[in-house]
T-cell receptor, first 110, second 112 residues
């Protein structure tokens, strides 16, 4: 089992550019999440999904969008990148117990 | 605001010593309290977890103590080893799609 796979691992964006962070899981988990991790701040929830076709905002959703067309995939879209979005992004999934995390995407906006 | 407060921010312990990390929460609707371990460049991984109907859970060298009335829980690492050097996050699960609310993390360094 691959678990939760995120791509890319690293990316540098210019201000105003857009990009999609990919996340896929092969564990047939209903629940999926996007978190961002900033130094000394823990992980903050951006968006989550309780199943295909259903998404909801977390604590810090501004500047991001998500979609969930299949159980496996939960991409995160940045439309107009800003320096404040420089962070490490983690995708996670669960059936309701242990949450499994991907390896992260380190994004720098310059 | 931070729903789970974690302390200390950093901790240095000698090999063989006990590492203790504390967390506090306010929301009584939280129903699951995991601890995650994260190594540099990796995603967090579940270390141990507890539910509020239990006051203590032990797995090997790792123990969670849970005080429901005080709304506090802590991680104890016995016989700490250099390989335990990592960042530790406490978390609490609410009812928004089982999403976890994380503390800010504790950077643990175990010296030889």
């Amino acid at each position: 089992n691959a678990g939760v796979t995120q791509t890319p691992k690293f990316r540098i964006l210019k201000i105003g550019q857009s990009m999609t962070l990919q996340c896929t899981q092969d564990m047939n988990h209903n629940y999926m999440y996007w978190y961002r991790q900033d130094p000394g701040m823990g992980l903050k929830l951006i968006y989550y999904s309780v199943g295909a076709g259903i998404t909801d905002k977390g604590e810090v959703p501004n500047g991001y969008n998500v979609s969930r067309s299949t159980t496996e995939d939960f991409p995160l879209r940045l439309e107009l990148a800003a320096p404040s979005q420089t962070s490490v992004y983690f995708c996670a999934s669960t059936l309701g117990g242990e949450a499994f995390f991907g390896q992260g995407t380190r994004l720098t906006v310059v | 605001q931070q729903q789970v407060k974690q302390s200390p921010q950093s901790l240095i312990v000698q090999k063989g010593g006990i590492s203790i990390i504390n967390c506090a929460y306010e929301n009584t609707a939280f129903d699951y309290f995991p601890w995650y371990q994260q190594f540099p460049g990796k995603g967090p991984a579940l270390l141990i977890a507890i539910r509020p109907d239990v006051s203590e859970k032990k797995e090997g060298r790792f123990t969670i103590s849970f005080n429901k009335s005080a709304k506090q829980f802590s991680l104890h690492i016995m016989d700490s080893q250099p390989g335990d050097s990592a960042t530790y996050f406490c978390a609490a699960r609410g009812n928004s799609g089982y999403a976890l609310n994380f503390g800010k993390g504790t950077s643990l360094l175990v010296t030889p």
